[in-house]
């Protein structure tokens, strides 16, 4: 069975290990990425006809409510990672 994936912050790590195995397997998947670290992550598949990619911030609910009404599974992987964290904060309380 095909289904419609929506993986948010699907350009990062995970994403780029996980997009090309959903497509491969037939499902049809778009990313919801606002490209944090300028990555090209998903080049390898970005012409195949099963994906979409969407350049937008995953907090903003304008953004998300369309893209969940027309997916049937959610993958959420967007985050800022720990390497974002200064020295001043992380010896913050
Ligand atoms: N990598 C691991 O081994 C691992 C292990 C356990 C849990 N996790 C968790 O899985 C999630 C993804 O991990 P990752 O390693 O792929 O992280 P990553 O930093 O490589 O990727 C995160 C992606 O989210 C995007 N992003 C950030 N803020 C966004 C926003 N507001 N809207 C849209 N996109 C946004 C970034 O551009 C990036 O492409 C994180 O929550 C992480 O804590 C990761």
Same mark, same amino acid.
């Given at each position: 069975?095909?289904?419609?994936?929506?993986?948010?912050?699907?350009?990062?790590?995970?994403?780029?290990?996980? #997009?090309?195995? %959903? /497509?491969?397997?037939?499902?049809? +998947?778009?990313? @919801?990425?606002?490209f944090?670290?300028?990555?090209?992550?998903?080049a390898?598949?970005?012409?195949?006809?099963?994906?979409?990619?969407?350049?937008?911030?995953?907090?903003l609910?304008?953004? #998300?409510?369309? %893209? /969940?009404?027309?997916?049937?599974? +959610?993958?959420? @992987?967007?985050?800022?990672?720990?390497?974002?964290?200064?020295?001043?904060?992380?010896?913050?309380?």
């Open positions: 069975m095909s289904l419609s994936i929506l993986v948010t912050g699907g350009a990062g790590y995970l994403g780029s290990i996980m #997009v090309p195995d %959903l /497509l491969g397997l037939g499902h049809k +998947v778009t990313v @919801l990425d606002n944090l670290y300028k990555q090209n992550s998903l390898p598949v970005c012409r195949d006809p099963n994906f979409q990619v969407i350049n937008g911030d995953a907090r609910a304008e953004t #998300v409510a369309p %893209l /969940l009404a027309k997916s049937d599974v +959610v993958i959420p @992987l967007g985050s800022r990672s720990i390497s974002w964290v200064t020295a001043s904060q992380s010896a913050s309380p």
